[in-house]
């Protein structure tokens, strides 16, 4: 029989049926199956021992007791199935006032609002960076494409001498170049030159013509 790449949706009152109300160990298949029925389908509140804790949309808060009760398993049973669902990228668990809370990944690609096509449809509610950052799923937003950083690259003397005769300051090429080379291309503060014509300028303003260089431009304008 083939099957398709579609979906069906199933609603927690499935669960009041007799065929959910069976007196026997949940089948690993039937407790996952659980698990995205039961976490919360928005945010809530729960108190546990006084404290109000936020249960996120995807989330439940409950002890591996209340788990290995519903699924009529052993607490070492289920642990060791929640360690599996980890190992898969599944769940995600963190320990809460002595019990634990739950995190289904991706837990719109199970529950989400779809299209008639069977998209997702875009999601009104706001998302935490986490949840952007995790985003997987069909019909998801892709991340925005990172712009690159340009990386320094330490000019040679040649460019430095160049670039100064554009400027009219060959007269500073050594001491200029001498100085960041032997700095390893860092400021007076330690920190990495971006921009090392800018530094030359800021280099030539500190270091005045002298009356000799002075008198040689006059000449060569005459």
Known sequence: METGGGYIKLFRKAQENFLYREN?????????????????HAEA????????????????????????????????KVKRFFDLLKSET????????????????????YQGE??????????????????????????????SPQRKKKRFTPPSLDEVKAYATTRGRTDLVKSFFDYYDTGDWKDKDGKPVKNWKQKFISWENWSPKTETQQERKIEFLN
């Open 24 to 40: 026997r160990p949940h089948t690993r298949r039937e407790a996952w199956e659980d698990i995205l029925l039961m976490v919360n």
């Open 45 to 76: 509140d729960v108190l546990v021992g006084g404290k109000k804790i936020i249960c996120g949309r995807g989330q439940s808060i409950r002890s591996l007791d209340s788990w290995a009760k519903h699924f009529n398993w052993s607490k070492s």
């Open 90 to 109: 599944m769940i995600v668990t963190e320990n809460v006032q002595k019990t634990t809370r739950l995190t289904v990944c991706n837990y719109d690609a």
């Open 114 to 143: 779809r299209n008639n096509d069977g998209t997702m449809m875009a999601q009104s509610r706001p998302t935490n960076k986490n949840e952007k950052k995790n985003k997987n799923i069909e019909g998801g937003t892709p991340p």
